[in-house]
């Protein structure tokens, strides 16, 4: 029968274009949306993790609670000792160290005295280790604009909008001016080798990056740092693995009596992300409902349009004898053929948009200028193995629904009418 | 009715008007023990972290209220850090690097040295009648002295906090504490003054401690060691050229 059902879909392309060219293209958005909204959101996660939130983050619990305030005072201390627990007992991650500071950077004329100034956003990564991964993890090297990565202490590589704004050219000694742990002032020379540019305007403003040996000695902050970041070695992000890693830590380490004792943080709940990683994760299943119920809604109205078309069809094959509850069968398994073509066809379509865009992207860096979000600049999808699948859900289900809703009208027929209406 | 009506509004009136007079008398007593023609300063100031306590000292020149020259004397790493305030431009010296760096902007509301108070705090030398109106609002005792209880309100735009209540010894008439507000009514700063001491004629509290509500820590204590007023000042103190010597 099937193969009767599909012979007859084939020749008979009124009964059939419609339907697959809507379940096509429901299909299409759903597969390349879902693409879209996996990719951004994983961007936004990944560009967080980098930069500010690693996968997990050490910071001690006064600390944690004034982090935007960049309170260095109440950083985290003994930092070797701790980072050699955490590589013992949590293998599976990568552990780093990074200082934030805050503070000025000033430029001098030729007298030594201030020419122009801007505040600071400072970060210290481990930059001169030739086992450090922080260069790459954090797209410091092809986002550089001129000049180099600093190679050695005393160097830094500075906002390149700062750089342009004050006329600092590669080679040339600006101060940076700020407060150390103790609280002391703060002043050391650094030669600009180099400036950068990320994207985001919130990395970007005031920008200054030196190694942390650097800030170390600079901020008195031997053995001490804002922050100790952990990542996973495969580079993925895991949010159950990372949630057993933080609970297990904090019950070891963690004192609630304790203010400068260490917490440990995830990715989430750090970057303020538990929403996005929830919408990210529910953001398929919105859309199959969205397309479902659109969908089934068109394919109800189409199949209602078949149903007037094959009127006298279903009306002669009910009078020789035909049980409406077979004919109702033969246009959901018409229905079920329908749905498989449209999703095929939706899919392949879906999935090949997707990966154009995954490999090209769209650039939205005019738009995010001025933005202080973490955001990535060039929107990207992504695809994965459940969206060669994903689609088949709304293609199927809706079609099925919408013929079904349709062929209820079959039993509505009276038998004893038939005649008459067929003569009609 | 109408008469004793008369009689209650005149005496609302000649009150208020007796209670201004009293603010602005004790805020002009105030004035004169606090502000000098200029003043050289031997401090210390301990800063109560929440980890540790770090001690500077310091010695300060200033005239009126648009000239002062600070030079940290100790601890080593701030030795020799001058800075120097002309009118309202601000200068930082730091020997280590051999910069003199010009604090202006949102800068001037940092702590000074991690301490409670800014550059702004510090830089502010104008007399409270100057800048503020003032009405006494009652009297209280601190450690068993009785003070008058003013609330100060900014006349001027230019001033770092919007009001002020201030409790001021009643036979010294020398702040002995004070809170000082933003515009909104936050409470920003805390400062209790004591070892009121007479000096050269006028009554001093040489012990200050400063709390910035918004920091954490225990606050910061400013200790006078040896103050002396109306003293010659050379004039190449207040230059640029002195930060560097």
Redesign the interface.
């Known amino acids: 029968m099937i193969k009767f059902l599909f012979k007859g879909i084939l020749r008979d392309r009124s009964r059939s274009l419609l339907p697959v060219i809507i379940v096509s293209i429901g299909v299409l958005l759903t597969v390349f949306l879902s693409g879209y909204f996996t990719g951004v959101f994983g961007d936004i996660i990944d560009i967080n993790a980098k930069f500010t939130s690693g996968h997990v983050k050490i910071m001690t619990r006064?600390y944690a609670e004034?982090k935007d305030q960049v309170?260095n005072?109440?950083a985290l201390m003994e930092v070797g000792e701790l980072k050699t627990k955490l590589n013992l007992e949590y293998s599976e991650m990568e552990w780093v160290s990074r200082t934030h500071f805050g503070g000025?950077i000033?430029v001098?004329d030729e007298n030594?005295?201030?020419r122009a100034?801007g505040p600071a956003a400072g970060r210290a990564v481990d930059l001169f280790s030739p086992e450090s991964q922080e260069i790459e993890r954090m797209n410091i090297g092809n986002s550089v604009v001129k000049g180099v990565i600093p190679t050695k202490s005393g160097e830094a590589i500075i906002s390149d909008d700062f750089a342009e704004r004050f006329s600092v050219n590669i080679g040339d000694e600006v101060?940076l001016?700020g407060?150390?742990m103790?609280?002391?002032?703060m002043?050391?020379?650094f030669i600009v080798s180099g400036t950068i540019r990320f994207g985001p305007a919130m990395l970007d403003r005031g920008a200054i990056i030196i190694d942390i040996t650097d800030a170390q000695m600079i901020l008195d902050m031997e053995d001490a740092a804002s922050e100790v970041l952990g990542y996973f070695k495969d580079g993925l992000y895991d949010t159950e693995k990372a949630g057993l890693i933080s609970a297990s830590f904090n019950e070891k380490y963690s004192n609630v009596n304790d203010?400068?004792s260490p917490q440990m943080f995830k990715l989430e709940e750090d970057a303020g992300l538990d929403e996005y990683l929830m919408l990210a994760d529910s953001m398929s299943g919105v859309m199959i409902t969205f397309f479902i119920i659109a969908m089934s809604i068109v394919l109800w109205n189409t199949g209602l349009l078949g149903g007037l078309r094959r009127y006298s069809e279903y009306g002669i094959r009910l009078a020789l004898g035909e049980e409406k509850k077979h004919i109702f069968k033969t246009i959901i398994y018409e229905a079920i053929l329908i749905g498989l073509l449209g999703s095929v066809i939706g899919t392949i379509l879906g999935i090949s948009l997707s990966y154009y865009v995954q490999e090209t992207g769209i650039d939205f860096s005019n738009i995010m200028e001025n933005t202080t979000m973490m955001f990535p600049q060039v929107f990207r999808t992504l695809v994965k193995p459940a969206h060669f699948f994903i689609g088949f859900i709304p293609g199927l289900f809706a079609v099925v629904l919408g013929n079904a809703l349709a062929g209820f009208a079959i039993y509505k027929r009276k038998t004893a009418q038939l005649f008459k209406e067929l003569e009609v | 009715m109408k008469k004793n009506i008369s009689i209650l509004i005149s005496i609302l009136f000649f009150t208020t008007i007796g209670f201004a007079q009293t603010a602005d008398e004790i805020l002009d007593k105030v004035d004169k023990n606090m502000s000098a023609e200029n003043r050289i300063i031997e401090s210390s100031m301990i800063i109560h972290g929440k980890r540790n306590s770090r001690t500077m000292t310091s010695i300060s020149y200033s005239v009126g209220d648009k000239q002062s020259f600070t030079e940290y004397l100790s601890p080593a790493r701030e030795a020799g850090t001058k800075m120097l305030k002309l009118e309202n431009q601000l200068w930082i010296y730091s020997p280590s690097t051999d910069r003199t760096i010009q604090i202006s902007g949102h800068m001037l509301r940092q702590s000074v040295m991690g301490s409670d108070l800014s550059y702004e705090d510090m830089m502010d030398d104008r007399k409270l009648k100057d800048v503020y109106s003032s009405t006494v609002i009652g009297a209280e005792e601190i450690e068993g002295r009785k003070t008058h209880v003013l609330e100060l309100t900014a006349k001027v735009e230019n001033v770092s906090y919007h009001s002020r209540k201030l409790w001021v010894d009643a036979d010294y008439f020398v702040p002995m504490k004070e809170e000082l507000f933003a515009k909104s009514g936050q409470l920003l700063k805390q400062t209790t003054l004591s070892n009121i001491k007479k000096i050269e004629g006028r009554w001093f509290p040489t012990k200050m401690v400063y709390k910035d509500m918004l920091k954490q820590g225990d606050g910061t204590e400013f200790i006078i060691n040896d103050i002396k007023f109306n003293q010659k000042i050379p004039e190449y103190i207040f230059t640029k050229a002195a930060l560097k010597q």
């Open positions: 006064v004034n309170p005072d109440l000025l000033d001098p030594g005295e201030t100034q101060t001016f407060s150390t103790n609280g002391s002032m002043f050391h020379n203010e400068f």
